[in-house]
């Protein structure tokens, strides 16, 4: 009887222990012990970008900081985690990550599967060329010209199915390459987001070369993603964008990520609560 005891003991303790484990790992809360993990891309000059220091940078990146802090997690607390976009709901879903803030355009079917805080930010979808390109002014200028976009994107479909169809739709690996292609006369626009398009053109190996055309085929709002029905969450980051902005704090970090571009940015959006 005593072995039996204790051994049953021992094995109370094994799956307390794990237990205990398993709690604490912030498999489903978004947090690892005392640090809170944020999603963000690690690919996007001026919106989130993992430096070859492996620190980190963009205005998405900085609207995270804020956030963070308002929530009570100083920088030194964030664990950044790479958010891709095919993978950003199943990243809230499992818990992976307390929240994402990753040119995350708040759209009804993604509202079907996470919930969102914001908008923080409103961008359209616009066109990038050359410097001393005169020839692109307008979308149907591109029906004779060589487009650029990535494998898959929504922004070059859309282009291409409704506003110009007789455009040479080229589609890439990559932004980087497209910027090339451009650079180098082998495509004569590129296409996304223009907060996308204006943080490539920030870069400082990329200021003079290229200019946003000032088109607004789509309007994308980017908001925060969380777990659906987290509404406590959500009323607090909702919270921190709203000071974010009378503050001031937006505005310096709008024009510090994209102001080199000569981005014409919108007014910040008003929170939804």
Avoid at 32 to 45: A, E, H, L, R, S
Avoid at 149 to 167: D, H
């Amino acid at each position: 009887m005593k072995l039996r005891s204790a051994s049953a003991a021992a094995a109370a303790a094994v799956v307390l222990a794990l237990t205990a484990t398993a709690c604490g790992s912030g498999s489903d809360s978004g947090s690892n012990g005392d640090k809170i993990n944020i999603g963000i891309k690690f690919d996007q000059p001026g919106l989130g970008l993992k430096t070859p220091d492996g620190t980190y940078a963009g205005f998405d990146v900085d609207v995270a900081k804020y956030v963070a802090k308002e929530l009570g997690y100083t920088e030194d607390k964030i664990a950044w985690k790479q958010a891709p976009s095919a993978e950003r709901e199943n990243l809230i879903k499992n818990g992976d990550v307390k929240f994402v803030v990753a040119s995350y355009s708040i759209n009804d079917k993604r509202k079907k599967e996470v919930d969102f805080a914001g908008p923080y930010f409103l961008t359209h979808q616009d066109l990038l060329v050359r410097a001393d390109d005169s020839s692109i002014t307008k979308v149907e200028d591109l029906n004779s010209k060589k487009l650029c976009s990535v494998t898959g994107s929504t922004s070059a479909q859309n282009v291409k199915e409704k506003l110009a169809p007789k455009a040479d739709l080229q589609q890439l690996g990559g932004y980087s390459e497209c910027l090339t292609g451009l650079e180098n006369k082998a495509v004569d626009a590129l296409t996304t987001d223009a907060s996308i398009l204006a943080g490539y053109a920030s870069q400082k190996e990329h200021q003079g070369k290229f200019k946003l055309v000032g088109l607004k085929m789509s309007d994308e709002n980017y908001g925060i993603g969380l777990k659906k029905g987290d509404d406590e969450l959500r009323g607090k980051i909702n919270k921190a964008l709203e000071k974010m902005v009378s503050d001031g704090t937006w505005e310096k970090l709008v024009k510090q990520h994209f102001g080199p571009s000569g981005y014409k940015y919108e007014p910040a959006p008003k929170v939804e609560n």
